[in-house]
């Protein structure tokens, strides 16, 4: 969606948003360790209060996480996280003096930052989806986001970039240490990570005050229930 909302500055001039080798990456070495941990080893009740609440199944059936309205609901909150990734970069970008050595940032500058910017996002979104927060869930964040810094690095040395990927490929050559110390990228990611955090976190806000899920309910009695153990003894 940043592809397209990017059109309207372009003017729908074909322009690509996306640095090639890091869009061919983007599933597996951006994003994937999440998801896996989410499928895995994320429980939203112990198996005990499972067990003690068989009503807890009437939610598949009653279809109270998956819906229209929630498909929908998604479909507009990524719509907004769009536009925050593809316009916060392009406004500071024309407001940043990111000179280095004699040179100026430009459109593949820009491209390496809505980039960063969209796995920060679908990263951020994805935490807000963990009933169980773990060293694990840290863990797999950070080495997605060690990664790209790593693999950003890589594509600004020339020597690695035209030996893996070719002479079309070196758009980003001396990038990574320009945007590093400029104060243009950290705006960027600074401002997209408050409206992305701020927006799940009114969402998630709003769900847990006014409809909690029956799971969030059994949890909630749960944990209560182990504070006054806990208290009692």
């Given at each position: 969606f940043p592809q397209f909302l990017f059109g309207f500055a372009s003017l729908f001039s074909g322009q690509r948003i996306f640095y090639d080798p890091f869009y061919q990456m983007y599933n597996v070495a951006y994003t994937s360790l999440p998801i896996f941990i989410l499928g895995l080893f994320d429980q939203d009740v112990s198996a005990d209060t499972a067990?003690?609440?068989?009503?807890?199944?009437?939610?598949?059936?009653?279809?109270?996480?998956?819906?229209?309205?929630?498909?929908?609901?998604?479909?507009?909150?990524?719509?907004?996280?769009?536009?925050?990734?593809?316009?916060?970069?392009?406004?500071?970008?024309?407001?940043?003096?990111?000179?280095?050595?004699?040179?100026?940032?430009?459109?593949?500058?820009?491209?390496?930052?809505?980039?960063?910017?969209?796995?920060?996002?679908?990263?951020?979104?994805?935490?807000?989806?963990?009933?169980?927060?773990?060293?694990?869930?840290?863990?797999?964040?950070?080495?997605?986001?060690?990664?790209?810094?790593?693999?950003?690095?890589?594509?600004?040395?020339?020597?690695?970039?035209?030996?893996?990927?070719?002479?079309?490929?070196?758009?980003?050559?001396?990038?990574y240490g320009m945007l590093s110390s400029s104060p243009y990228l950290w705006f960027s990611i600074t401002a997209v990570t408050v409206v992305i955090t701020g927006m799940s976190l009114t969402i998630q806000g709003f769900v847990s005050a006014m409809r909690p899920p029956s799971s969030m309910v059994a949890r909630a009695r749960s944990s209560l229930t182990l504070r006054r153990i806990e208290s009692a003894a």
């Open positions: 067990l003690k609440t068989p009503s807890l199944y009437l939610d598949g059936i009653k279809h109270v996480h998956d819906s229209t309205k929630i498909f929908w609901t998604w479909m507009c909150e990524a719509g907004a996280h769009s536009l925050a990734v593809a316009f916060i970069p392009l406004l500071a970008i024309g407001k940043a003096d990111i000179l280095h050595d004699g040179q100026v940032g430009g459109l593949f500058d820009y491209r390496a930052v809505v980039f960063l910017c969209v796995m920060l996002a679908v990263n951020a979104r994805l935490v807000f989806e963990f009933k169980m927060v773990t060293v694990f869930v840290v863990a797999a964040v950070s080495i997605h986001f060690l990664g790209f810094w790593l693999t950003y690095w890589l594509y600004g040395t020339p020597d690695f970039t035209y030996s893996f990927w070719g002479p079309q490929m070196l758009q980003l050559v001396g990038s």
